[in-house]
């Protein structure tokens, strides 16, 4: 059984930093791609950053420059550092996981997934 858990989220001021976590477990993940995406309110969930067997990243436009996505194999972790946070940040975060090696942006396509953390981001 897949499980994929989040954990890191908080509540931070504007221009602060916090690090999100994923532990998977149920099988090895290292030939899957892994992503976060998040999801405002009344708004869709969408992605955020990505990275793939391969070591290969995405990011959306937003966010680049200011997260990084990092993975730990051995751990079966994938992590999510966010620096310079903004209040346009706020959203429950999610962590995803699909067996190939290629990052796509739709959600349809990511097969599991976590049950999501909050982050809020005050101004």
């Known amino acids: 059984q897949v499980q994929l858990v989040e954990s890191g989220g908080g509540l931070v001021q504007a221009g602060g930093s916090l690090r999100l976590s994923c532990a998977a477990s149920g099988r090895t993940f290292v030939n899957y791609a892994m992503g976060w995406f998040r999801q405002a309110p009344g708004k869709e969930r969408e992605i955020v950053g990505a990275?793939?067997?391969?070591?290969?990243?995405y990011y959306t436009d937003s966010v680049k420059g200011r997260f990084t996505v990092s993975r730990d194999h051995a751990k079966n972790t994938l992590y999510l550092q966010m620096n310079s946070l903004k209040p346009e940040d706020t959203a429950v975060y999610y962590c995803a996981a699909r067996p190939l090696v290629t990052i796509v942006t739709p959600t349809i396509q990511w097969n599991f997934w976590g049950q999501g953390t909050q982050v809020t981001v005050s101004s």
């Open positions: 990275i793939n067997s391969l070591g290969t990243m």
